[in-house]
């Protein structure tokens, strides 16, 4: 429920929205409210209204088209996908029949809709496809509309609209677009990764957002705590440091490693997590050390072909080649359950939702080799072919399936070389720390990887036994509670204990606060969104690592007695240690 206060400084009350952050970030600007909206001529003839719909869809395509022209080669493929859909012949026939049937075409989209929703609702990958068929029906309605959008192009827009598709969001390309906030709830959505691309605060699982949003409303988005607030006293917005943060280093020069250190001279070691090619560009910035976590499955998502060799290894080749020298850890696909592919056959597509990566890939090896066979080929390829291959598995459960897994990166080597083919001189294998179980594997587990990483989303999901993308039930357990910052200091110490480098790529590692507890339980690598680089750089700059060290040992006593502030949480002593040593958080 938004919550209302009364404001000696503007007419209507503030309203404060939670919602769920997507892309983090702060922006202040003004409400654009997109939800097209046809209505038919009553007097017009069944045939009549089916033309018009048909010429909506001819409009559609060819902006499809136009669009796609400027885009990189991921954002053309996302586009494809709407083109593809639009030209969809069962799709126009539902909708048509529908039409024939004595509906409006407004009425008929919705009913089409409302079939497709019933069918696609208990899954989340196939609900983020359904949020594909709600765009382009709302596409098709800019165009029944025939009028174009207006927009004051030095006006701060904050998009605000029940969904958004990726041809959609080019609609919007010239304007000076600050945030998204949608009201559908799936981040696997196409227009959500494009506007996450972006590098822009997104907001989304709005409920009723066109009543709680006007037109012009001036808004201000927290995307770090995913909250909106509507009307915002002058009060609000003075406790924020609203400035404009460059989305992308393009503009730079690659620029020679620089390593961060904080004010007390500890080498705190930053990378980025990837999910587009155009991510790269934060590559030139001088702190970035590499890339920690490339989502290798985002590109391929939309393909209608499971991609072959030659499709994957010239897709690394390209990463390779753009990340220089840097590092470039690749996760292999993490495929199943609540992500998966079109041109999978519909029997895996429909697998349940904690069937994912390893799971799946036991059952299919093959995919998984033809995997590894591209990025192999792709290192030897580069323009730097001396420099390590690094490959991370993900959602491992058990010892034996990173063996098995391992059997089979052997099995591709081996016959690269009985090819007469090149292999990397330096393979660095390592996994990510995503499931519970492992914890208490550590031991046997770490003797098989050369690093690990610490996936914080899934981790703290499985620990808590909680849908993280649930609105409610996400907040309802802290991230620096002390049970799982216990853990996950357990799992640093060991690995530091067998020399093994460990990181956390997941949206702890990008948010300041929880940042600067991992720097106190010995956490130095760090894999964050491009968008925190800044924010990041600024605490850990600003901060005597050796005092949050001490707090956060004070925090995990089990002696009351050595607990100095007992009555307040890990939270509230971070927060407290910051404001004393004018930590930088933003």
């Keep these: 429920m938004p919550l209302t206060f009364a404001s000696p400084f503007i007419r209507e009350p503030q309203i404060i929205i939670e919602g769920t ?45 136009s669009s796609s022209s400027n885009q990189s080669s991921e954002n053309q493929d996302l586009i494809l996908v709407q083109k593809s859909l639009l030209q969809d012949l069962a799709w126009q026939q539902r909708v048509i029949k529908k039409i024939e049937n004595g509906l409006s075409i407004g009425q008929a989209l919705d009913a089409t809709l409302d ?40 006006k701060p827009i904050i998009l605000c609209a029940k969904t958004i598709s990726p041809v959609e969001m080019m609609l919007f390309e010239s304007i000076k677009l600050l945030a998204v906030v949608v009201q559908d709830d799936s981040s696997l959505s196409h227009g959500m990764i494009i ?5 822009i605060p997104v907001i989304n699982g709005i409920r009723e957002l066109k009543k709680l949003i006007l037109n012009d409303d001036e808004l201000l988005i927290d995307g770090d705590l995913g909250r909106i607030y509507v009307r915002p006293h002058r009060t609000t917005i003075a406790n924020y440091d609203i400035t404009t943060k460059a989305s992308s280093f393009e503009s730079l020069e690659p620029a020679q490693n620089k390593t961060l250190f904080s004010r007390d ?18 590559l030139n910035h ?25 499709q994957q290894t010239n897709f690394y080749l390209n990463i390779l080649n753009k990340a220089k020298e840097k590092t470039v850890i690749f996760r ?37 080799r033809l995997q590894l066979r591209a990025m192999i080929r792709a290192r030897v390829s580069c323009d730097y072919p001396n ?94 509670s002390k049970a799982f910052i216990q853990m996950l200091k357990t799992i640093i110490e060991k690995a530091n204990a067998k020399n093994i480098n460990v990181s956390l790529c ?63 949480s890990i939270r509230e002593r971070v927060m407290e240690l910051a404001q004393i040593q004018q930590t930088q958080l933003s």
């Design 387 to 480: 420099l390590p291959l690094h490959i991370m598995f993900p959602m491992i459960s058990e010892t034996q399936e990173l063996s098995f897994l391992k059997v089979l990166l052997q099995k591709e080597l081996n016959r690269e070389k009985k090819l007469g083919n090149k292999v990397p001189q330096t393979l660095s294998v390592g996994a990510m720390i995503e499931v519970p179980s492992l914890v208490f594997q550590l031991n046997q587990f770490l003797d098989l990887v050369d690093f690990i990483s610490i996936g914080s989303n899934d981790l703290f999901h499985f620990f808590y036994a909680i849908d993280r993308t649930d609105a409610v039930m996400s907040k309802r357990y802290d991230l620096l």
């Design 21 to 65: 952050s997507l892309n983090q970030g702060i922006a202040q600007g003004y409400a654009y409210i997109y939800g097209p909206q046809y209505v038919d001529n009553p007097c017009q003839s069944v045939e009549k209204k089916i033309r018009i719909f048909l010429d909506a869809i001819d409009k559609s395509i060819l902006f499809c088209e």
């Design 332 to 368: 292999t696909f993490d495929v199943g359950g609540d992500k998966t592919f079109q041109s999978l056959h519909k029997s895996f597509r429909n697998t349940k939702k904690d069937w994912k990566h390893t799971r799946f890939t036991l059952q299919r090896p093959s995919l998984v």
């Design 115 to 154: 079939d497709f929703e019933s069918i696609f609702r208990k899954d989340a990958f196939w609900h983020a496809r359904f949020q594909e068929i709600r765009g382009i029906s709302q596409l098709v309605r800019q165009y029944l509309e025939e009028k174009s959008l207006s927009f004051d192009v030095n």
């Design 195 to 199: 506007a996450r691309s972006r590098g």
């Design 286 to 310: 001088p702190s970035i050390e590499g890339v920690g976590l490339y989502r290798t499955e985002f590109p391929f998502m939309a393909h209608e072909n499971w991609p072959d060799v030659e």
């Design 265 to 282: 001279g500890t080498p705190v070691h930053l990378l980025i997590n990837v999910n587009m090619m155009e991510d790269l560009a934060f």
């Design 506 to 568: 997941g949206e702890m590692a990008s948010l300041p606060l929880e940042a600067m507890a991992l720097l106190g339980i010995g956490l130095r690598y760090f894999s964050i969104n491009p968008s925190a680089i800044q924010t990041i750089e600024n605490m850990v700059q600003s901060l005597d690592i050796w005092s949050i060290q001490e707090c956060m040992t004070d925090c995990l006593s089990d002696n009351p007695f050595a607990y100095k502030a007992a009555h307040l």
